[in-house]
Nanobody
Framework: VQLQASGGGLLQAGGSLRLSCAAS????????MGWYRQAPGKEREFVAG???????KYGNSVKGRFAISRDNAKNTVYLQMNSLKPEDTADYYC???????????WGQGTQVTVSS
């Protein structure tokens, strides 16, 4: 499975941004797609995930502000990020696998920088 992420950028606090991640290759094995992030000097943390059936999970720090969605026909997952905070600044990584929190495939990071 190959994952191609896009949509990062630089913006001010309070703004919104949408990340996209398209999957290709052996996509039949994918059930869960999602996003993780890693800030400088910190461990990678789970942001959000969604199954092919539409079940979702969110990390506590983004609940109520971020929304994950998925277009199964396009094999693409989206992360709508609203009310962004400086602490959301990180490299965001797309992830895909057969189950929650698996590490089957990772996309390249896309950088999100939120200024105060």
């Amino acid at each position: 499975v190959q994952l191609q992420a896009s949509g990062g950028g630089l913006l001010q606090a309070g703004g919104s941004l949408r990340l996209s991640c398209a999957a290709s290759g052996s996509i039949f094995s994918i059930n869960v797609m999602g996003w993780y992030r890693q800030a400088p000097g910190k461990e990678r943390e789970f942001v959000a995930g969604i199954t092919s059936a539409g079940d979702t999970k969110y990390g506590n720090s983004v609940k109520g502000r971020f929304a994950i969605s998925r277009d199964n026909a396009k094999n693409t997952v989206y992360l709508q990020m609203n009310s962004l905070k400086p602490e959301d600044t990180a490299d965001y990584y797309c992830n895909a696998g057969s189950m929650w929190f698996s590490s089957a495939a990772w996309g390249q990071g896309t950088q999100v920088t939120v200024s105060s």
